[in-house]
Each structure stands twice: as C-alpha cells, then as structure tokens.
C-alpha cells in the first residue's frame, strides 16, 4: 500500500526554523530519489529538494542555503530542516519520489506559514 504522511509544519516568524518528516512506504522509498515540494497559495506545486538514496542532494536556487534534506533508510523517511525560513516560504510542502505527475499519489502534505 501506497503511503506518505508529511508532519512538522506551523507557524514561525520570519528568520525562524522548521524540520519537516516524511514517512512513506517502503514500495515508494527503497527504489527511488526521494523529494520535497511546495505549493503556495494561487501557484503549481514546484520541486524544492532532492536526495539519492546513497545521499546525494539537490536543491532549488530559492531555498539553497537555508534548507538540508536528509533521510534515514532504515526508517523509510525523508526530513527538510529549514532555517532562516522567509515569508515566501509558505505553502503545503509534500513529500515524494522523483519524478512523480500530478496524477500519482500524493500525501497530505503540511502547512507551512511564515509570517513577516
């Protein structure tokens, strides 16, 4: 069975941190890069990080520097710190493989607010 539940979001101030987890089914962790997405109010869903199963990691120009993605394998589950967090910042982020369509599953996700 398919499974990906996101926890960790809230509210923070401007400048403040966040660590966010993933836990995800094995069929969906053990073959595959594993990654963060975020969708901010009025936009599409776009990709944030990346992370190979041997550790390799990717990010997007906007959060490089401030966020650090990371994953246990022996727990199934994939992890963003976020640090020196900005108000665009806020959004759903959700966690997944890579690549995915917006036709595959995909968790909950959890909501991120970052005020000003």
């Known amino acids: 069975q398919v499974q990906l539940v996101e926890s960790g979001g809230g509210l923070v101030q401007a400048g403040g941190s966040l660590r966010l987890s993933c836990a995800a089914s094995?069929?969906?962790?053990?073959?595959?890069?594993m990654a963060w997405y975020r969708q901010a109010p009025g936009k599409q869903r776009e990709w944030v990080a990346s992370i190979t199963r041997s550790g390799n990691t990717n990010y997007a120009d906007s959060v490089k520097g401030r966020f650090t993605i990371s994953r246990d394998n022996a727990k199934n589950t994939v992890y963003l710190q976020m640090n020196s967090l900005k108000p665009e910042d806020t959004g759903v982020y959700y966690c997944?493989?890579?690549?995915?369509?917006?036709?595959?599953?995909w968790g909950q996700g959890t909501q991120v607010t970052v005020s000003s």
């Open positions: 997944n493989k890579q690549p995915v369509y917006n036709y595959e599953y």
């Open positions: 094995r069929s969906i962790f053990i073959l595959n890069v």
